[in-house]
């Protein structure tokens, strides 16, 4: 296990493009089994960078080196009359895991969410990712009563 060294969060920027490249590729490998094209998944990635409508990516670091990343995107809520932030795209290298890492990029989405017109925070996770769902119970987050369903078509390239 590396050195304890503080963790820093920051949003991303674009000269992050192939480090969230790499960890959404792996989170997706890890998490559902998915081989990701890459060309298709960095142009995602470097379009959500440069147009924040899209998503709001932010990185952890240790030491200078970008160790986890999330992102939220948005959701209005006309019952509430306000915001839902989602967190996806959650990855920590497995080296820092269980160092608070994600603590630390819940807690900065978190802040930032209580100085706007937001309501709360959801995220999904796959249903066999008990590790995930501890660390997300960990920082207080609970299980909602909602599933998800989706329909979702193919964009030209398949994901294995």
């Given at each position: 296990?590396?050195?304890?060294?503080?963790?820093?969060?920051?949003?991303?920027?674009?000269?992050?493009?192939?480090?969230?490249?790499?960890?959404?590729?792996?989170?997706?490998?890890?998490?559902?089994?998915?081989?990701?094209?890459?060309?298709?998944?960095?142009?995602?990635?470097?379009?959500?960078?440069?147009d924040p409508a899209r998503?709001?990516?932010?990185?952890?670091?240790?030491?200078?080196?970008?160790?986890?990343?999330?992102?939220?995107?948005?959701e209005w809520s006309d019952?509430?009359?306000?915001?839902?932030?989602?967190?996806?795209?959650?990855?920590?290298?497995?080296?820092?895991?269980?160092?608070?890492?994600?603590?630390?990029?819940?807690?900065?989405?978190?802040?930032?969410?209580?100085?706007?017109?937001?309501?709360?925070?959801?995220?999904?996770?796959?249903?066999?990712?008990?590790r995930a769902m501890q660390?997300?119970?960990?920082?207080?987050?609970?299980?909602?009563?909602?599933?998800?369903?989706?329909?979702?078509?193919?964009?030209?390239?398949?994901?294995?």
């Amino acid at each position: 296990m590396p050195p304890s060294q503080p963790i820093r969060v920051r949003r991303a920027s674009p000269a992050d493009l192939d480090c969230i490249v790499e960890f959404n590729a792996a989170m997706a490998v890890e998490t559902e089994g998915k081989s990701l094209d890459r060309d298709l998944l960095r142009q995602g990635v470097d379009r959500a960078l440069i147009d924040p409508a899209r998503c709001t990516y932010f990185v952890a670091e240790s030491a200078g080196r970008v160790v986890g990343q999330t992102m939220f995107t948005l959701e209005w809520s006309d019952w509430r009359n306000a915001w839902f932030w989602w967190i996806q795209s959650v990855y920590v290298l497995p080296e820092f895991r269980g160092r608070g890492v994600f603590q630390a990029l819940y807690e900065h989405i978190r802040h930032e969410a209580r100085r706007r017109d937001v309501c709360g925070i959801r995220l999904y996770v796959h249903d066999t990712n008990h590790r995930a769902m501890q660390v997300y119970e960990n920082v207080g987050m609970t299980l909602s009563p909602y599933r998800v369903y989706e329909e979702a078509w193919s964009t030209g390239k398949e994901v294995d």
